[in-house]
């Protein structure tokens, strides 16, 4: 599975933006799907995390109530709404693939990766 992600940019604090990340392979929909995020001189974290149905989503604290994952297995792409952002959630942006149906919050249990697209708030 190759994944590539797509959408990050520049916005001013509380604004919203949409990142997309486009799979290969005709098997996506058998994969749980994450996305990520690091941040210059910090780890890579988790951020939110799809089921491969997308009947089940998974959010970190820091996200939860403004972030929201989706996915459409019909066009091979997973997204994520960032709504109300703050200077906080400026990182690089990963999408992941798991080969498993049921997604985690641990980038370990994740197989692929795409190359990331940065996310810059302003204050």
């Known amino acids: 599975v190759q994944l590539q992600a797509f959408g990050g940019g520049l916005v001013q604090a509380g604004g919203s933006l949409r990142l997309s990340c486009a799979a290969s392979?005709?098997?996506?929909?058998?994969?749980?799907m994450g996305w990520f995020r690091q941040a210059p001189g910090k780890e890579r974290e988790f951020v939110a995390a799809?089921?491969?149905?997308?009947?089940?989503?998974y959010y970190a604290d820091s996200v939860k109530g403004r972030f929201t994952i989706s996915r459409d297995n019909a066009k091979n792409t997973v997204y994520l709404q960032m709504n109300s952002l703050k200077p906080e959630d400026t990182a690089v942006y990963y999408c992941?693939?798991?080969?498993?149906?049921?997604?985690?919050?641990?980038?370990?249990?994740?197989?692929?990766w795409g190359q990331g697209t940065q996310v810059t708030v302003s204050s």
């Open positions: 799809i089921r491969w149905s997308g009947g089940t989503t």
């Open positions: 992941a693939a798991r080969g498993d149906r049921w997604a985690t919050m641990d980038p370990r249990e994740y197989d692929y």
């Open positions: 392979g005709r098997t996506f929909s058998s994969y749980a």
